[in-house]
């Protein structure tokens, strides 16, 4: 069982950054893949990015490719997403997720999920 919990979120002008981090508690933590959804208002939830349990390997979806870093540290159970060049379309519920499979195909089902945090972009 794996517990995520989501902090960083908040309001950034467009061309700015935001630093997400997810905690994770479980003894397992370093076996998962982990990764970001989004959900924009009155749309699906997506599939942002994702990184492998080493943190050797990183997926990213190409809306944020070169944008989006993502970075893991298996000693303090935690997961980063770094978010640069923000632009309006950004806007969203982010989640943090964990587990699953499908990562390298850019469509993971992911077992375990975080509450989500708030990211908005202003124009």
């Known amino acids: 069982q794996v517990q995520l919990v989501e902090s960083g979120g908040g309001l950034v002008q467009a061309g700015g950054s935001l630093r997400l981090s997810c905690a994770a508690s479980?003894?397992?933590?370093?076996?998962?893949?982990m990764g970001w959804f989004r959900q924009a208002p009155g749309k699906e939830r997506e599939f942002v990015v994702g990184?492998?349990?080493?943190?050797?390997?990183?997926y990213y979806a190409d809306s944020v490719k070169g944008r989006f870093t993502i970075s893991r540290d298996n000693a303090k159970n935690t997961v980063h997403l770094q978010m640069s060049s923000l632009k309006p379309e950004d806007t969203a519920v982010y989640y943090c997720?964990?587990?699953?499979?499908?990562?390298?195909?850019?469509?993971?089902?992911?077992?375990?999920w975080g509450q989500g945090t708030q990211v908005t972009v202003s124009s």
């Open positions: 990184v492998s349990w080493s943190g050797g390997s990183q």
């Open positions: 997720t964990a587990g699953g499979t499908g990562w390298r195909t850019h469509r993971p089902d992911p077992e375990y």
């Open positions: 479980g003894r397992t933590f370093s076996s998962y893949a």
